[in-house]
């Protein structure tokens, strides 16, 4: 427990000396989201963004932070920041393709399976709705990284799946080696 409180002072007084070091900054909300101390780690986001607004970092620690707590309205506008600051950031379109399709699984989960039933078509709409926000950001970052399919591939696999895009989602059974 020591070393860990050490730890964290040496992550604050690096975040303080060097504010658009991504190091500490990292470093700093990984330990607080991996012991779940969301409200100490998003003051720190916060006071990040007012240092530096037009850093797209801060945006997706914020984003993360978001996601990891399950508020994908938050989540999604933080990721949506980022990537307006920096349209090139891969992390982020793959982030936000990912919250859009947790909503469609949510969604999907309580969803009426009875096609008999007049909310049937109406639910199958609104998860195919969600699978159609994730497309393009799951494709840009295809685009962005191809060699790195980590980031784009199972992602693509299911919304391609779930939109019955045939000839897509066999090519994302070859890449998967499905």
């Given at each position: 427990v020591n070393d860990s409180v050490k730890?964290?002072?040496?992550?604050?007084?690096?975040?303080?000396k060097y504010p658009t070091h991504q190091y500490f900054f990292g470093n700093?909300?990984?330990?607080?989201?991996?012991?779940?101390?969301?409200?100490?780690?998003?003051?720190f986001v916060d006071k990040m963004i007012?240092?530096?607004?037009?850093?797209?970092?801060?945006?997706?620690?914020?984003?993360?932070?978001?996601h990891n707590m399950k508020d994908y309205d938050k989540s999604i506008e933080a990721y949506k920041k980022t990537i307006e600051l920096d349209?090139?950031?891969?992390?982020?379109?793959?982030?936000?393709?990912?919250v859009y399709?947790?909503?469609?699984?949510?969604?999907?989960d309580k969803a009426t399976t009875d096609?008999?039933?007049p909310k049937y078509a109406q639910d199958q709409t609104e998860i195919k709705k969600y699978y159609?926000?994730?497309?393009?950001?799951?494709?840009?970052?295809?685009?962005?990284?191809?060699?790195?399919t980590g980031l784009w591939a199972n992602g693509l696999y299911r919304?391609?799946?779930?939109?019955?895009?045939?000839?897509?989602f066999e090519e994302m059974e070859k890449i998967l080696g499905l």
């Open positions: 730890w964290i002072e040496t992550l604050k007084t690096g975040l303080q700093l909300i990984d330990y607080y989201s991996k012991n779940e101390k969301y409200g100490e780690a998003m003051e007012a240092t530096d607004p037009n850093n797209p970092f801060n945006y997706y620690v914020k984003g993360y932070l978001y349209p090139s950031n891969a992390e982020a379109n793959s982030n936000l393709g990912l399709c947790q909503l469609a699984q949510d969604y999907s096609m008999n039933s159609e926000l994730a497309r393009p950001y799951y494709e840009k970052v295809r685009e962005l990284k191809p060699n790195e919304i391609y799946y779930n939109l019955n895009m045939g000839k897509e």
